[in-house]
């Protein structure tokens, strides 16, 4: 089945630096791609989606292109933000189109 | 609007107990349903999904089962709990997931098994 590789974190920034956090996947066809944002204390949430290749998902300034022959759908933003500390979580489509495979998350963290 | 409640937030089981979570949506109808679970280190796994009353597919063979009822409703049961059932589980739902593919979760609830 499908399946995928995030970035193991904590990554670690100063408020205004460039994020990239890296994914990959491995999939039969072409999936849908999601990047999912849980807050502290919050529950999980979109950020954004991509739905063919070439497609960038945009959303707070965070952006991720599918890139299908490179299978990844790497999450960047220009400058981060105090309040962007969270945990990100990459999810393509399974096999079926009917759930998300999430992977183990990513633990941002952003000092002023 | 649509909302999304699951229960107990928080459970403490012993080993070989039995396991019921519920899980309810409301103001949607025909949704698909999910379980997943997030333990520590391993991100989130997705254990069961259902797109219809009585349809349920398991993602990953374990000691683990679910049920759907009614259409809003999605139950997550175990007759005989392990350790390694301790995590913490999140219901979700869709609607017309070909179509968005966005999940709404629920808060979760948290089970310690002992």
């Known amino acids: 089945g499908n399946s995928v590789t995030q970035m193991e974190g904590p990554v670690t920034l100063s408020e205004e630096a460039f994020l990239t956090i890296n994914c990959t996947y491995t999939a039969t066809g072409y999936p849908s791609l999601f990047w999912y944002v849980q807050y502290p204390g919050e529950g999980l949430q979109l950020l954004l989606k991509a739905t063919k290749a070439d497609d960038k998902g945009s959303n707070k300034g965070f952006e991720a292109t599918y890139r299908k022959e490179t299978t990844s759908f790497h999450l960047e933003k220009g400058s981060v933000q105090v309040s962007d500390s969270a945990v990100y979580f990459c999810?393509?489509?399974?096999?079926?189109?009917?759930?998300?495979?999430f992977g183990k998350g990513t633990t941002l963290s952003v000092s002023s | 609007s649509q909302t999304i409640h699951q229960w107990p937030a928080t459970l403490v089981q012993p080993v070989g107990s039995p396991l019921s979570l519920e899980c309810t949506v409301e103001?949607?109808?025909?949704?698909?349903l999910y379980w997943y679970r997030q333990a520590a280190g391993r991100g989130l796994q997705l254990l069961f999904y259902?797109?219809?009353?009585?349809?349920i597919s398991s993602e990953v063979p374990q000691n683990l089962s679910a049920s759907r009822p009614q259409d809003r409703q999605f139950i997550l049961s175990s007759k005989k709990l392990l350790l390694s059932d301790s995590g913490f589980y999140l219901c979700?739902?869709?609607?017309?997931?070909?179509?968005?593919?966005?999940?709404?979760f629920g808060e979760g609830s948290r089970l310690t098994v002992l």
């Open positions: 259902s797109v219809g009353i009585g349809q």
């Open positions: 999810a393509p489509s399974n096999q079926a189109g009917t759930a998300l495979i």
């Open positions: 979700a739902w869709s609607a017309g997931f070909a179509n968005t593919g966005e999940l709404f």
């Open positions: 103001g949607t109808s025909n949704p698909n």
